[in-house]
């Protein structure tokens, strides 16, 4: 890896694998599946309604052309809404089914004010991909209305495409994003110009690499990719593989202080900073493969996507990065070289000094600060993890959410996005009774969609309107009452979907994978640090202290929510992301500090071995800190709520970890519980009786960074 030969082998190798792999990595967004059931919960009835529906059509999705003038529409606006019909009619572009539109429909016979026309868009493994470009077919045909007429596009089809047009560009968006805080963070860092361009080039190479082995996994192999998984995918390698860059390069420096080959100062930053790193990369892949465990077909989807996100990071940081620094020298650090035989500014920093400070009253400061964090945790109370409605889950207003709410004044609130019933043909008929006289069923809406089969293997299909608006709970609880009605109704076997029933089918497998995951992920943590470290005491500590953390995150995240940024709500798999991105990636900064503790308390005993440790990776963990949580906060460039809460929390959760958490907390907790954090391992026995391990360097100059 770092041998005089092995470096140039290690980048020739690298080199070819990006020669070969880079032009497939672009091609990552071709190999997206962004259908429902590629999002759905595999076993949820709404997706056995998607599968069956198939048979009596094309999975199909409708877009609503809403007209509306508060006066009455004129002679001339119902002419030009028969005109935009039979054009809508005529258009076969991008899987609209034109043959199949209705419509216009009046809200009333006499003086009517507004108008629909419905058109159905047929759905492919491309999904929103698919729609958008639809979408403008549809409005090179409407127009935009004018002379006091309103026109809108809207439904299910319209607010696809608009969240659609949300994802374009999103790998870019996020990559640079994302590049530009890792280049403005490690300049800030490291203070050179040409250090940061070593990680970067790294980080991007291990990202290729990433995207073109989940391009062929998704070709060839059936791995399911969607623009959810392959935006995160993006965060997740620039954020992980510059924290791994940053813990290696500060041993490393250390070591070039002391040895004046280049190349023995790597092999032994290697060997011991490597052990910490390899357990951090390994306790964000594992925690991400808990994931395979979820119902919910999006977060499945996502657990190895990003495992092998990470688990290609970590491969790139550990040798591609060393090869480079090695290759480069020692004037890569310029202008602050660190010199044979300088001395470990450290030894006086910011960081020795706090250490030092919380040794005098461990105790206080512990309760202090854990006292502080659960009054942070107390803003859980204003979480509202309940979904999100289309009209709340963008940060502007786009066309499909105005459309909407001049839809809801004049006709049924859950028009265009209806229930779909299938049932066994011979007892279609007390179906289609009992869905009708459901409450918040329009009675009259009941019916067969056209271009649908009849009869499909002996069962029907058809579909009803609701009173309330598709995305909101009183549709929701419409869909538990049709569907405890329709069951009962004795060899029917009738199952309801539609888009609201997809929505209350992923509320509940998000509230089953909230339970499941979290506790699965907080053993994963538990084992790894409890091998790591061999003891028992100080994993259990460590995995306190990050659920605390957690929850005052999520806390303050809440209120920041409710009173900053005025969001209606979070998604109901926001503490589920949330929880695995600050825990498996939080670990991180514990794991560091917390190895090199042990490391110094077999010589000079663990209360000195704690004030060494966070002496010689304070820097360090603050500065990969920053660059993690900037990294995240790149969500936020997307106008969606959903990704700019995640973004937010995340980031503001690994501020707390590393300058609340890991510099005071876990300090303090280990200075005040001294050797016996380290139970049952001998070290809690024989603490620091190893002798020193090394000389101190010699006096030089006071460097910035370590």
Known sequence: MCGRRAKWLVLALWVVALALTAPFASKLSDAQDNDAASWLPGSAE?????????????EQIPAVVVYARDSGLTAKDRAQIAEDAAGLRRLTAHGILGA??????????????????????TMDAKGWQRIAPAVDSMRHVVGDGGAGLAVHITGPGGTSADFSKTFEGIDSTLLLAAMGVVVVMLLITYRSPTLLIVPVLAVVAALFTAQALIYFLAQHAGLTVNGQSAGILTVLVFGAGTDYALLLVARYREELRRHGDRHEAMAL?????????????????????????????????????AAIGVAVALLAMMTLFPALLVICGRWIFWPVIPRFGSADPTERGVWARTGRGIALRPRPVWAVTALALVVCSLGLLQLRAEGISNADAFTGKPDSITGQEVSR??????????????????????????????????????????????????????????????????????????????????DAHAQVGGGTAALLDMDRATTHDNRLIIPLVL????????????ALIAPLLLVGTVILSFTAALGLSALAFRHLFDYAGESTDFPLFVFVFLVALGIDYNIFLTTRIREE????????????GLAATGAVITSAGLVLAGTFAALGTLPMVAFAEIGFAVALGVLLDTFIVRSILVTSLFLDIGPRVWWPHRLSREDGRNGPRRPPPPVGTNEPFA
């Open 409 to 490: 004044r004049y006709f049924p609130a859950g028009s265009g996005d209806p229930l779909v019933v299938i049932s066994d043909a011979a007892r279609s008929r007390q179906v289609k009774r009992v869905v009708a006289g459901a409450e918040g069923v329009v009675p009259t809406s009941l019916g067969l969609p056209p271009g649908t089969r009849p009869v499909h293997d002996g069962k029907v299909l058809f579909e009803a309107t609701m009173t309330a608006p598709a995305d909101s709970e009183a549709a929701k609880r419409t869909v538990e009452r049709v569907r405890d009605a329709v069951h009962e109704v004795p």
């Open 601 to 612: 308390a077999a010589h000079q005993g663990t209360r000195q071995g704690v004030v060494t």
């Open 523 to 534: 053993g994963v943590v538990l084992l790894i640090l409890c091998a790591l470290l061999r």
């Open 100 to 121: 199949e539109t209705r419509g216009p429909v009046y809200d009333r016979p006499n003086a009517p004010r507004a108008a629909q026309i419905l058109v159905p868009i």
């Open 269 to 305: 930053a290697l060997h011991r900073a490597g052990p910490a790193v390899l357990a951090s990369g390994a306790t964000v892949v594992l925690s991400m493969l808990v994931l395979l465990a979820a119902e919910m077909n999006s977060t499945r989807g996502l657990g190895p996507v």
């Open 46 to 58: 709404s997706t056995q309604v998607l599968e069956l529906s198939q048979g009596f059509r094309p």
